[in-house]
């Protein structure tokens, strides 16, 4: 492989700009797509060069494998990154980008084929010797032996699809009467989502722990792990809070489960950047799957290692060998990720797409806020509700606490609801603070009720969207109001019990 000069970036937002960004520091120029309702977006104004994908639904621009080889062609690219989401783990499409000619930088073709399908992916670690939650090694289809097969892996289950990811195709069961709706349904999301509608049944652990291990590996068979992150703090299946190392996770386990780790990447020749995911309960983990590309929340490691992933996926698919060795990975303080979406927790977290009437992003010591918007930007309806990623690093995980909450304090995005607070409710929780988190966090400790009961519904829209106006007068403590008392809860860590 030879030196890249020219990368197409095959994604939009955040994490094109968060490419973009890297390519600038190996003085690479950049080609950013866009769908025409994405025109205006950051990534389009900050690369070199940009081009439209036409008008339309995702699959008619970001998930376009024709146009984007077209476009990577017609700009003369000698190399395409896919970010995250859309196509950045189909087999097909880096099949393409490497037939055309053109430097993937994600995994090889095989590696992806070998660990997209959830099936498969369970045999591989398994092989490594990683413990796998008890399920069907097979496909199962909506009959009496599916529910045979739920009776011998025991209830609760989870049914999965086989292909795809990102919390969607899964659905827990807790009865047998309801196994077979829940397949056919699932089924039915999963052809919709991913165009392939396997699915397979595994034992639902409750009240566990996510886990992840960040890995890297070159061409020449080195591999590295950066560590963990934990991603408990979650909805729908899909996270909200990041952050690494795990409150929950020892260095004996981290080295234990990180070499097993390494040794599933080794085994099916895994090259660039890749995620293990596990659960994790009482002291034991259980395979989950690998995401064959870059993750959303690779900044709370880049944080507490130093490292530049991005950067270093680029090194590597130039053909450079790894940086780093493990003994070059230490993990130095604590750091929290806050996803910030356009999305309504009072409302189910519903998306709430607009126009960003202003802005105000935090900034300082230890603090980094990951985004593509600005003031006047419409965000698109049609794409994930994530505006940015606030990212603070701390010596240790309760100063990476305090300096998250005043960050978000700082933050003020106005022109729709946000989650913000949310995550400062979140933030001031006790057994947050304590460290005790789980996949069911947010129901256990009732933190959309705790929400509702604190402020009224004008005043909760009004802090959701960040506003801070002389206008917005709130009561004072003469009218026995809580705000003041809230806020020294939630500054001391006592918001909720």
Known sequence: MSELNRLLIANRGEIAVRIIRAAKMMEMDTIAVYSEQDKHSMHSRLADDAKSLGYGTSKDTYLNIDKLIKLAEDCRADAIHPGYGFLSERADFAQRVVDAGFSWVGPPVDAIKKLGGKLESRKIAAEAGIPVTPGTD???LPDQDAVQLAKEIGFPIMVKAAYGGGGLGMQV?????????????????????????????????????HIEFQFMADSRGNVVHLGERECSIQRRHQKLIEEAPSPAINEEERERVGSLVKKLAKNVGYVNAGTAEFLYKDGEFFFNEVNARLQVEHPVTEMVTGKDLVVEQLRIASGKRLSWRQKDIQIKGHAIEMRINAEDPLNNFNPCPGRVSNSVLPVGFGVRFDTHIYNNYEVPYEYDSLLGKLIVHGENRLQAIYRAYYALSELAITGFPTNAAFHR??????NFHKGNTSTSFIEENNVIPYIKEAFNRRVAAAFLTGIRSSKMILPNRSQNSNWKDLGRRESSGRGLS
């Open 138 to 140: 097979n496909p199962v």
């Open 173 to 209: 069961v807790r009865d047998e009467d309801e196994l077979i709706s829940a397949i056919k349904r699932t089924s039915k999301q999963a052809e919709s989502a991913f165009g392939r509608s396997e699915i397979f049944l595994e034992r639902f652990v409750e009240k566990t722990r």
């Open 425 to 430: 409710v979140v933030l001031a929780n006790k």
